[in-house]
Each structure stands twice: as structure tokens, then as C-alpha cells.
């Protein structure tokens, strides 16, 4: 039975139609499958004395899962036209399903056999592939549904850690800690227990609890929660190294990524570096299973380069990265087209800040032709990656004076987000406000005063709405909003609610940069910057200049620092001879 599963296995991943895997992961799913195979058999040869049963039961001992698939479709195909569905039917034609590889029509069986039959079983499985095919809303409700089913606290437990997931994906932020806080105290408590079964659950909860840390610019709990993970991995790997080396690399490249965010660049190399170490060491033995976490891991790098100003590093280790997603992507394009998007990607930031904007376009415009493609064919999950490559490509444009290609970009980018946000509001309509504001962006540089005015008010909306069911990671982007109709309207002369703008986005953004400097100087230097233009035009030097020493104090970025110089040296020149 297990090489029936392996030869399965090995013929879709040739297909395409699932994931590429390491041997540890390939090695658990065959075993997983094929006990899953096993029961099957078992539950069919029990039913034997029924002769479409003992024929089925006869093609599940052999293995020959076509023959099987064949006629499981007969006898549900009989059981709807005799007496209605039979959940009991459904859900093994799912598994069949699921033994060939064939997601979505597992799916749909696994579906049909929970509607009908409201069983545990068949609504584990049922979420399980909801959530496996980015159908978030169906997993959600079928969770929550389970969670007032489940017997047992482990069940509960790792429904609620699904449910989190969830939560998270749909931007439901309150609902996605409430989950996880949950899952982990229980994990707590059964680990107490039984160590040995619980506590690498334990560390992934906290490890999920420190995304969403991050996500919510909760950066010092988030640390926490990583930290905790890590030493649970650590100690874990000590004693099962194959098992838990990988995971230790996981927890690692996310404290990289915070570490990044919270400009700790020496730290963040070192996290990086230490799991591009352990992904190097486990690709040469299964270079199929580990050597896109090596890639995963250059790409992380190359960001710190970037951001350290080693530039030329950078290059190569994008294209390092490069190299790998293209080679894999020949013999899985479903699979790594979209790393080889998202690489491109970075390089063309590179190359855009690099003031190099032919190569630049020209990356940006193979990702967009990547995943234009791939949206054709999965839309639900590739269509919003259509829509940050226009808006990178928008800025680009910009950037170089092309304001006419800009805004086409920038409208195709709104409409996408906009059809998104219709079906699910809580994920996209951050995106509907990203592109909004970089719009107003555009038609201030323009000089289109008026519509950058709308739009940011438009954007200001969405994000106002935003900051009250999550403000810690909607409020910066409140503030920012107001910061940016109080420039367009200093531009425009409406001083007053050029005050009144300026003034809310320094209540909003004050406390926060307080509580990170690092973070969130820029914006507090833009918003004090504003506030010095407002009062130098109602005739307030003095405190104009007070307003702009303190941007300059408050900034980290040397373009924006120097600027800020110069606005000084305006108000106050130094007397000559």
C-alpha cells in the first residue's frame, strides 16, 4: 500500500498538482495517506457481504485507486438517484480523492458529506482542505462549527489554532489572537502533562502568536512569543535534530524579519545567516526538500543588505535566489513561478533605488507577466499580487515621469482591489486604501489638487474604519493619510484644515513614535514638517523653526534629514561677512 501512495505522490508532484516537499514532509504525507488507505480498506472489507462493496473493497486491496475512483462515483451517483446523498459515500469518495492527489475534487466531496452529515470527521476534513485551497470563508465557518462538536481538548485546541490562522489571512485581528491565545493555553496544559506530544504544538502557537505580534506592531510581544518558540525548537532539535532542525530555521527567519523592522540589522543578519546555514547543510543531502528554504533565506538577506547600503551583495544574492526559483519553476511552474515573481520584485526595488529604472521596469514587468498568468488560472489567489506589482510599476512610472502610465496602472490596481474587497472586505480593503493613497500621491505631483484631495479623503475613510476593529496596525496609516491631505492642502492654501489634519496625525503618531523611535521617525518628522510649512504661512517663524529642528531629530533617513537641513537653513540663514 505504501508504494502505491509513493507512486501516486511522485506522479502528481510530476504533474504539478501538488507542492514540492522535503523527504521528512514527503515521508510523513506518503505514511499519513497510506493509513488513511489502510482504513479505508478496512471500513469497505467490513461491508464486503455487499456485492458493489466486495468489488470496491476488491479494487482498495489491490491498490487500483483508478478502479476504485470508478466505482465509489457509480455507488454515490446510485445512492443520490435511490435515497438522497449518503454522507458516508461522500466522504470516502473524498478520500479516494485525496489518495490520487486531486485537491479540488476532494474538496467537493468532503463538502457534500459535512452538509449532510454534520460529522466530525467529515467536517475536520472538510476545513482541512478549505483552508489547504485559500477558500477562507468555507474553513472559518466550518471550524467554528466543529469547535461546538469536539470531545476532546487537543481537537479543540487545534481548531483553534486553525481558526487563527484564519482569522489572521481575513485581517480579522481580535478574533485571530482571542484563537491562538486560546490553543496556546491549552497546549500549555496538556504539555505539562505529556511533554513529548505537546510542546512542539506549543511552539508553533507561539510562533503564529508572534506573527500576529507583528502584524499588529506589537514588535516587543512579538519578540517574546518568538523568543519562547525558538528555545522550545532548540531544545526539541537537540534530541530529534531532523525533525525540528527546520523548524528552529523558521522561527529564526521570522526574528530576522523583526529584527529588520525594528532596524536591529546586525541581529537580523545574524538570525538570517544562522538558518541559511542549517537550509545549506540540509539541501545537500535532499537538495529537492531544502534548497528553496535556501532560497526563502536569500532573499531575507539580500533585504538586510539592502537596507545596510551593501548593495552589490544584495544583486548577487537576489540572484542567487533568482537562479534557484528559476530552475525549480521549469520543473514546477505552479508551484515556484510565484517565488520567481516575488524575487523579481525585490530586485527591481533594488534596481530602483539604485536610480537603474530600465532594469528596473523591466523585472517589474516580468513579475506582472508572471502572475497575470497565474491569476488566469487561480485568480482568488494570484489576482492581489497582480495588483502591488501595477502599484510598484505605478510608482515607477512616476518616478520617472510617466504620470499617463502611472495612473493607468494605478486605476487597473484600484479596480482589482476593488472587486477583491467586494467578496472579502477584511483582506483587501487595506489594499483599496494603499493604492487610493499612492493615486493621491500621483495627482498631487500632478498638480490635480482637488482629485488628490478626494482620494486621500477616500483613503482616509477606509483606514479610519480600519483603526477602530485593529488601530494598532491601522492607526500609523490614519496618521499618514491626514499627514498627506494636510500637504495638499497647504498646496492648495486651506490653511485651517491643513491645521486641523496636521494636528490629528501628530495626536495619532506621537505616542507611537514615543514608544518606537526608530519606526515611526519618519513619519512624526513628515507630520512635524507639515506643522512648520502651516506655521511659517500664518507668520510664526520662530515656531516654525522649533517644529523643523524637531523633524530633524526625529528622522532616520538621509534624504529626508538633508531636506529638512535646508528647510532650516531657509528660516534661519547664517549671517554673511
Same mark, same amino acid.
Given at each position: ?25 514527503? =515521508? ?16 469497505? &472489507? ?8 466486495? *468489488? ?7 491498490? #487500483?485507486? #483508478?478502479?476504485?475512483? $470508478? ?49 466530525? *470527521?467529515?467536517?475536520?476534513? %472538510? ?13 472559518? &465557518?466550518? %471550524? ?24 489572521? =489571512? ?13 490553543? +496556546?493555553?491549552?497546549? $500549555? ?10 510542546? &512542539?504544538?506549543?511552539? @508553533?502557537?507561539?510562533?503564529? +502568536?508572534?506573527?500576529?505580534? @507583528? ?39 521570522? +526574528? ?14 545574524? &538570525? ?6 542549517? %537550509?545549506?547543510?540540509?539541501?545537500? /543531502? =535532499? ?60 530586485? /527591481? ?9 530600465? *532594469?528596473?521596469?523591466?523585472?517589474? @514587468? ?40 502611472? *495612473? ?99 495626536? !495619532? !503618531? ?37 517644529? /523643523? ?17 535646508? %528647510? ?10
Amino acid at each position: 500500500m505504501r508504494k502505491v501512495m509513493e507512486e501516486n505522490y511522485d506522479r502528481a508532484r510530476r504533474e504539478g498538482r501538488i507542492p514540492a516537499q522535503n523527504d521528512q514532509e514527503k =515521508d510523513a504525507e506518503i505514511t499519513r495517506l497510506t493509513q488513511e488507505l489502510q482504513k479505508l480498506q478496512k471500513e469497505v &472489507a467490513a461491508r464486503s457481504s455487499e456485492a458493489p462493496e466486495a *468489488e470496491l473493497s476488491k479494487a482498495l486491496h489491490s491498490g #487500483d485507486l #483508478d478502479c476504485a475512483l $470508478r466505482l465509489k462515483s457509480e455507488q454515490v451517483q446510485a445512492r443520490r438517484e435511490e435515497s438522497g446523498k449518503l454522507p458516508r459515500d461522500l466522504y470516502e469518495l473524498g478520500t479516494i480523492h485525496e489518495l490520487r492527489f486531486e485537491w479540488p475534487q476532494a474538496l467537493a466531496a468532503y463538502r457534500d458529506a459535512w452538509e449532510l452529515g454534520h460529522q466530525e *470527521e467529515y467536517g475536520i476534513k %472538510y476545513a482541512q482542505f478549505a483552508q489547504k485551497l485559500n477558500r477562507f470563508n468555507e474553513a472559518i &465557518a466550518v %471550524y467554528e462549527a466543529l469547535l461546538c462538536i469536539h470531545q476532546l481538548v487537543g481537537d479543540r485546541a487545534s481548531t483553534m489554532n486553525n481558526l487563527g490562522l484564519l482569522y489572521r =489571512d481575513t485581517q480579522r485581528m481580535n478574533d485571530a489572537e482571542q484563537s491562538y491565545t486560546a490553543a +496556546l493555553a491549552t497546549y $500549555r496544559e496538556l504539555a505539562e502533562a505529556d511533554p513529548g506530544a505537546y510542546l &512542539a504544538d506549543v511552539a @508553533s502557537t507561539l510562533n503564529n +502568536l508572534g506573527l500576529l505580534y @507583528s502584524d499588529t506592531q506589537r514588535r516587543k510581544q512579538a519578540e517574546q512569543a518568538f523568543a519562547e518558540s525558538l528555545a522550545i525548537r532548540r531544545k526539541l532539535s537537540e534530541a530529534n535534530p531532523q525533525q525540528f532542525q527546520t523548524r528552529v530555521a523558521g522561527v529564526l527567519n521570522n +526574528l530576522g524579519n523583526l529584527y529588520r523592522a525594528t532596524w536591529r540589522m546586525n541581529e537580523a543578519e545574524d &538570525a538570517f545567516g544562522e538558518a541559511y546555514t542549517t %537550509y545549506s547543510v540540509l539541501a545537500e /543531502a =535532499d537538495p529537492d526538500g531544502y534548497v528553496p528554504y535556501v532560497a526563502i533565506t536569500l532573499n531575507n538577506l539580500a533585504c538586510v543588505f539592502t537596507e545596510t547600503q551593501r548593495r552589490d551583495d544584495a544583486e548577487e544574492a537576489y540572484g542567487q535566489a533568482l537562479e534557484v526559483y528559476r530552475i525549480l519553476a521549469e520543473k514546477s511552474p505552479e508551484e515556484y513561478l510565484p517565488h520567481v515573481a516575488i524575487t523579481q520584485c525585490n530586485l /527591481a526595488n533594488l534596481y530602483a533605488e539604485t536610480t537603474r529604472p530600465k *532594469e528596473a521596469e523591466e523585472a517589474y @514587468s516580468e513579475a506582472l507577466a508572471i502572475r497575470r498568468k497565474l491569476a488566469d488560472a487561480n485568480p482568488e489567489a494570484y489576482l492581489p499580487f497582480v495588483a502591488n506589482t501595477l502599484d510598484d510599476l505605478a510608482i515607477l512610472y512616476s518616478d520617472t515621469e510617466r504620470p499617463k502610465e502611472a *495612473e493607468e496602472a494605478y486605476n487597473e490596481a484600484l479596480t482589482i482591489n476593488h472587486r477583491l474587497a467586494e467578496e472579502n472586505p477584511n483582506a483587501y480593503l487595506p489594499f483599496v486604501a494603499n493604492t487610493l493613497s499612492n493615486l493621491a500621491t500621483l495627482y498631487g505631483e500632478t498638480r490635480r489638487l482637488k482629485e488628490a484631495e478626494e482620494t486621500s479623503e477616500e483613503a482616509l475613510s477606509i483606514r479610519r474604519k480600519l483603526a477602530e476593529a485593529n488601530p494598532e496596525a491601522y492607526l500609523p496609516y490614519v496618521a499618514t493619510t491626514l499627514n498627506n491631505l494636510a500637504s495638499f492642502n497647504i498646496a492648495i492654501r486651506q490653511i485651517e484644515k491643513a491645521q486641523a489634519h496636521a494636528s490629528e496625525a501628530e495626536s !495619532i !503618531i506621537e505616542p507611537i513614535w514615543s514608544a518606537n523611535p526608530v519606526l515611526r521617525g519618519d513619519l512624526m518628522a513628515k507630520v512635524f514638517l507639515n506643522l512648520a510649512f502651516i506655521a511659517e504661512a500664518t507668520g510664526q517663524p520662530a515656531k516654525a523653526q522649533a517644529f /523643523a529642528h524637531r523633524a530633524l531629530t526625529a528622522t532616520y533617513d538621509p534624504d529626508l534629514k538633508r531636506g529638512t537641513q535646508d %528647510y532650516i537653513d531657509r528660516l534661519c540663514p547664517e549671517p554673511s561677512g
